[in-house]
């Protein structure tokens, strides 16, 4: 379209992807640019999404599907509004786009999994790296239509001097339903933009429901926690459940695009309680109404907490017996150990292990860990470093726990301690400067855990989730690769740096000692 569309919603690059069927390899685009090639990481970790002639993707993030979604019902027409691919702006911005509205979970690389990834790697993350490419598309910079800015991650952009620096009128914080039809109403009017906006709760109610299908059929059914951790945003403390008719009706966008759904919360599990309490028929009807849908083959999930799977093991039992979990085909969702100590716990998140006690936290995820082994649930879990108050005994309790799950088929991902939401100004992040040596050997207990479990996920997954075989055969060298890799620089760093993880880096970083074998190297300029 010459002309080009009033309205544009796009995201970067690294979010229009499905990720070859495995929603958390999008935790890819976390990885600074350089560590594989170009070539490799897009068409192998991050292939794009369909695009038809006009640039109008096939499937797109959800966020980006909910603004849509709000625009269409309050006025706007279908004919002003396009989802387009970043790629293919030429194509659909033109004389007459007066607005673009683009989704970013990370657009500066500063959240939790990407700022430890960058740190311990360096270079710059993918996703910030496509976001201001976005930003400075040619047809954007020749059109100049004013750029709104939402997401996860609109938070990183709330300093003025670095707004005007990219080139960004406005930046929604929060939940942006509510607000966006007056904000986009007011770019196609040519009125003035406020810089930021702090997007207001939305009520079930004002929660539309997407038009179009979401990458790899995401599917929300209930959003905030409630379980008021000190580090959360005051978002997230209302909890929200949608009916089941409006879940199915989502369920239905994305069958008709070929995507099974994947079931979106901060715990799934507790959908339809009414206070902390696992309301087990609210659960097992909706996974039931979800798996007996016309057409759905799979149900997925996004995120489950640990207190939820071990205070409710029947219900575990249950939606593993309607989705026909079994050990070749298991099921698979995000949770978070953030830490071993009660202390910890009792200190910044009373709520997380309700309806258990704080002192009892250790014991739970030890559980749950046996709760979903026993019913072929593979966890994904985080653990926090540097939360405040943080002292060496906790981080021994840390460790200690981390042995314990050793034998469960899970992931355990440590992170550096962000400070951002309820910590914003309270707290300091941490990073690789901070790192001592308890916290060195925290951080390569779990990634020995993973590479202990790598090889059978990485098999296992593969050959379930990936049907070309050419991209499942070099994901799996890749993969097997570093984890190759990481083993012998694990051991390393226990050997000659006696856990001092970060003299290793700035090792590695200066180049006296060499973290790829000469071939290696050979065949990534190669690639490059």
């Given at each position: ?11 970067d ?11 958390f390899?999008?935790?890819s ?6 560590l ?7 068409s ?5 999404v ?16 909910k603004?849509?979604a ?25 004389p ?8 970013e ?7 939790p ?16 790296v ?10 954007i ?8 800015v ?12 670095l707004?005007r ?16 039809p ?36 995401l ?21 929200r ?13 994305n ?7 994947i ?29 007996g ?8 999930i ?71 082994s ?31 799950l ?25 990073g ?13 207990k ?13 098999k ?28 012998r ?10 856990y001092?993880?970060?003299a290793?880096?700035?090792?590695l ?14 065949l ?5």
């Amino acid at each position: 379209m010459k002309q080009g569309f009033p309205v544009v919603l796009t995201a970067d690059r690294t979010l229009m992807s499905e990720y070859n069927g495995g929603i958390f390899l999008g935790f890819s685009a976390c990885i600074p640019r350089g560590l594989i090639p170009d070539s490799v990481y897009f068409s192998l970790f991050c292939p794009s999404v369909k695009a038809d002639k006009n640039g109008v993707v096939e499937v797109a993030p959800y966020g980006t599907r909910k603004i849509e979604a709000a625009l269409l019902e309050n006025g706007f027409s279908r004919e002003e509004v396009i989802v387009a691919h970043p790629d293919r702006l030429d194509r659909v911005i033109g004389p007459k786009t007066k607005v673009i509205g683009i989704t970013e979970n990370d657009p500066l690389g500063i959240g939790p999994a990407t700022s430890t990834f960058t740190q311990i790697f360096g270079g710059e993350a993918y996703m910030a790296v496509k976001f201001r490419e976005l930003l400075r598309h040619p047809s954007i910079r020749r059109f100049k239509p004013k750029i709104i800015v939402g997401g996860p991650g609109a938070w990183q952009l709330e300093n003025e001097e670095l707004r005007r620096e990219l080139g960004i009128d406005c930046v929604v914080i929060g939940e942006g339903e509510k607000v966006a039809p007056s904000l986009f109403e007011k770019a196609l009017n040519g009125e003035e933009l406020p810089r930021v906006v702090y997007g207001e709760t939305a009520s079930i109610e004002d929660i539309p429901t997407i038009k179009g299908a979401a990458v790899d059929g995401l599917v929300e059914v209930a959003r905030g926690c409630g379980r008021g951790c000190r580090f959360c945003v005051p978002t997230l403390q209302l909890y929200r459940c949608l009916p089941i008719d409006r879940i199915l009706k989502e369920v239905e966008v994305n069958i008709k695009a070929g995507r099974n759904p994947i079931l979106h919360a901060e715990d799934v599990l507790r959908y339809g309680a009414k206070g902390i309490e696992v309301n087990r028929e609210a659960v097992i009807n909706l996974f039931k109404a979800v798996k007996g849908y016309p057409g759905v083959e799979r149900v997925g999930i996004s995120h489950f907490a640990l207190a939820s799977v071990a205070s409710a093991p029947e219900v575990i039992e249950e939606i593993s017996d309607i989705l026909g979990i079994d050990e070749k085909n298991w099921f698979s969702g995000q949770t978070g150990i953030e830490t071993g100590s009660p202390e910890l716990i009792e200190k910044l998140m009373r709520g997380k292990c309700k309806p258990f006690t704080p002192e009892e936290w250790p014991e739970v995820v030890l559980r749950a860990f046996e709760i979903l082994s026993e019913n072929n649930w593979v966890p994904c879990a985080t653990l926090i470093l540097g939360l405040p108050g943080e002292k060496e005994r906790d981080l021994e309790a840390t460790v200690d726990l981390i042995e314990e799950l050793r034998p469960f088929k899970s992931l355990i991902v440590p992170l550096f301690l962000v400070a951002t939401g309820g910590l914003k100004g309270k707290a300091e992040s941490f990073g690789l400067e901070e790192m001592g040596q308890r916290h060195s050997e925290v951080f390569l207990k779990c990634w020995e855990h993973n590479l202990d479990w790598g090889p059978t996920l990485i098999k296992e997954w593969t050959e379930r989730n990936i049907r070309n075989p050419i991209a499942r055969h070099g994901v799996k060298l890749i993969l097997s690769y570093a984890i190759k890799q990481g083993r012998r620089l694990i051991d390393r760093c226990k050997k000659e740096y006696y856990y001092d993880l970060k003299a290793m880096i700035e090792d590695l970083k200066s180049e006296r000692v060499k973290a790829m074998p000469v071939t290696t190297r050979f065949l990534y300029r190669l690639l490059s």
